[in-house]
């Protein structure tokens, strides 16, 4: 990947950046607020995918029966579709039914194609993650370097991608047109539960069965994990989520409108009673002061710090030496992830501190969970 050194976002911007796009991502859950959230998105609206054609491999439409004219000649067999009419956040899209110049306009955007099978030739890294480029490595393409609040649509243009692919935020929203005549965008909500997103995306690629099979084989894991926890704990352990950021101080992940708070519900866990308050939905995250800090202790202590965006800045604070819960450093990145690898790496993490040897996965750990959890 090429250096970002010459266009490193000042503080604020990043604040202002990463806060809106990387942060604000995490709004994925999983219930009826999240869902409403999806319906009622930036664009006003986020409809269930529409084929023109039926559903199921590509290109698998039967040849029409011909019939006899009266010079007696015959028809040619209908062709195989070439395209299929998906409706989404920007409106409606032909797609083509066999892509293969995939622009993927974000990392998260990437980790969804490559969870149904398919490789974009070119990922745009966004979201400023840490934890992409070995993925992207390891799948054979090497990440560029992009601003959403300064997009590249020309040079996207130069590429001739035969489908875009990206979340909805409000700044591509904004520039929707100019990106489809980059190419065919297809835009999913990222205020949807992170199964809902996934199936999206599969039905705009026609890939329905392929997600069908992903999200079942997650929600296994969870029923397994959340099983576990059952019999190892006599009453529910309440768990808490913290971080704190570059340029801002600490804050909370809220049990609503979060992936993360909807998979501790998901697994029977408790949240703190400050962590199960309102938030805004354009950005679900309970900001704090150091001085109350242990109103967000709990059992179990998850702080955001992957030394990236997140920094390591919440062990400083003077109160926390003051929690009495099991503390464990873990990768904001995944934790505020609404992708289903970052769910993955959610559950080993909560595994693994609660069941386990206490040993959360690193940056180190990326590309070897990557490839169990592709099987």
């Given at each position: 990947?090429?250096?970002?050194?010459?266009?490193?976002?000042?503080?604020?911007?990043?604040?202002?950046?990463?806060?809106?796009?990387?942060?604000?991502?995490?709004?994925?859950?999983?219930?009826?607020?999240?869902?409403?959230?999806?319906?009622?998105?930036?664009?006003?609206?986020?409809?269930?995918?529409?084929?023109?054609e039926p559903s199921g491999s590509a290109g698998a439409s039967?040849?029409?029966?011909?019939?006899?004219?009266?010079?007696?000649?015959?028809?040619?067999?209908?062709?195989?579709?070439?395209?299929?009419?998906?409706?989404?956040?920007?409106?409606?899209?032909?797609?083509?039914?066999?892509?293969?110049?995939?622009?993927?306009?974000?990392?998260?955007?990437?980790?969804?194609?490559?969870?149904?099978?398919?490789?974009?030739?070119?990922?745009?890294?966004?979201?400023?993650?840490?934890?992409?480029?070995?993925?992207?490595?390891?799948?054979?393409?090497?990440?560029?370097?992009?601003?959403?609040?300064?997009?590249?649509?020309?040079?996207?243009?130069?590429?001739?991608?035969?489908?875009?692919?990206?979340?909805?935020?409000?700044?591509?929203?904004?520039?929707?047109?100019?990106?489809?005549?980059?190419?065919?965008?297809?835009?999913?909500?990222?205020?949807?539960?992170?199964?809902?997103?996934l199936t999206r995306v599969g039905e705009a690629l026609g890939a329905e069965d392929v997600a069908a099979q992903r999200i079942a084989g997650i929600d296994a894991e969870i029923a397994r994990i959340a099983a576990e926890i059952d019999a190892a704990f006599e009453t529910p352990p309440t768990v808490s989520i913290m971080g704190s950021g570059e340029g801002f101080g600490p804050f909370a992940a809220p049990a609503m409108l979060t992936t993360s708070g909807a998979l501790l519900d998901q697994l029977g866990l408790d949240r703190p009673d400050a962590q199960r308050v309102e938030v805004n939905p354009a950005l679900p995250l309970i900001f704090f002061s150091e001085e109350t800090l242990l109103d967000h202790d709990a059992d179990f202590v998850f702080v955001l710090a992957d030394g990236g965006f997140y920094g390591d800045g919440m062990g400083d604070l003077p109160l926390f030496p003051s929690l009495t819960g099991t503390t464990a450093n873990v990768s904001g990145e995944f934790w505020l992830g609404t992708f289903p690898f970052a769910v993955s790496w959610i559950l080993a993490d909560i595994e693994a501190v609660l069941l386990g040897d206490g040993v959360t996965r690193t940056g180190a750990d990326v590309v070897d969970h990557w490839n169990a959890y592709r099987g």
């Open positions: 990947m090429k250096s970002r050194t010459n266009r490193r976002p000042s503080p604020f911007v990043r604040v202002a950046l990463a806060l809106s796009m990387v942060l604000m991502a995490a709004c994925g859950g999983d219930g009826g607020d999240q869902t409403e959230a999806a319906d009622t998105g930036a664009s006003g609206s986020a409809s269930s995918a529409s084929a023109s039967a040849p029409a029966a011909t019939e006899a004219t009266d010079d007696d000649s015959t028809d040619e067999p209908d062709a195989a579709p070439e395209f299929r009419t998906i409706e989404h956040l920007g409106g409606t899209t032909d797609v083509p039914v066999d892509p293969k110049n995939i622009l993927a306009l974000d990392e998260y955007s990437a980790f969804q194609l490559w969870d149904l099978g398919f490789e974009p030739t070119t990922v745009y890294a966004s979201l400023l993650t840490l934890y992409t480029e070995p993925v992207a490595n390891e799948m054979g393409v090497e990440l560029t370097e992009h601003l959403l609040a300064d997009p590249a649509i020309e040079a996207a243009a130069a590429i001739a991608p035969d489908l875009i692919v990206s979340f909805g935020h409000p700044v591509t929203l904004e520039r929707y047109d100019l990106w489809s005549e980059a190419g065919p965008m297809f835009l999913y909500s990222d205020a949807a539960p992170w199964q809902e997103q």
